[in-house]
């Protein structure tokens, strides 16, 4: 952490920072003051994923008005910091609980956020995947290629994006669920409104759930939304998931080579 980003913080009494994790758009630490302990997020690679900080700042505050993400404390957009409370809590991932809990927990979660009512534009799922394409062509041209040719064999998908929209987390991992009463979910710089099925595929993705735990996520979702998921569609959005989430990763790979 470099140390002239505490001088404009609203906290004093600094008594140890450490950091949490290095990670794909933020680096996060943890700041132990006298009178609380806090996480200071410092915002990477915001252009190449086509993120939105300042969006993502009054969505935060807005869900944290009902109760389902962290306070915002302060906000830098110049120096790209964000501090918030430090949760002392579990997140799903270090939760000791039984699996089928913490399925039915997200599950449950993910319906829970689909219902809320935010002022946020739309997502254009297909702007976010060129996007990734044209900064992997700065890399790689040929493999950037080769994503956009899998990605075309889902346009009909694309072009359904968000039809129905809903607002949606768009990568809740067990990691971004605190356990707090009521639950807590951190790190939403990519919500917005967009499409049921994209999220609930991410879900299942990014927790790579196997084909029992799929079932038991999306029983918890139909359950608590009370909508009925259609399986084929949900196998077809799934499989676009993998091409972008594979995408996204190899972007990440090579946005963290030396230059």
Known sequence: MQQHWLVNLPIQGVLQTEPLLRGVSNDVYKITTAEGVYVLKHFRFDHPYGLNRDQEVEVQKTLAHVGIAPEILHYDPIQGLLLQPYIDC????????????????????CAHIHRL??????????????????????????????????????????????????FCHNDLAFHHVYLTEPPLVIDWEYAGLGERYFELANCIHVNQFSDSEQQAFIHAYEGASGERVDWNYLERWLDLADVISQLWYELHHRLQQPS
């Open 90 to 109: 579990p997140d799903l991932a270090q939760d000791a609980s039984p699996m089928p809990y913490k399925i039915q927990r997200l599950g449950e979660i």
């Open 117 to 166: 009512q935010v002022d946020v534009p739309v997502w254009s799922l297909r702007g976010r995947v060129q996007r990734y394409c044209e900064h992997l062509a700065s890399f790689d041209s040929e493999r950037a290629h080769h994503f956009q040719k899998r990605v075309q064999q889902h346009r009909k998908l694309l072009d359904s994006f968000a039809n129905n929209p809903v």
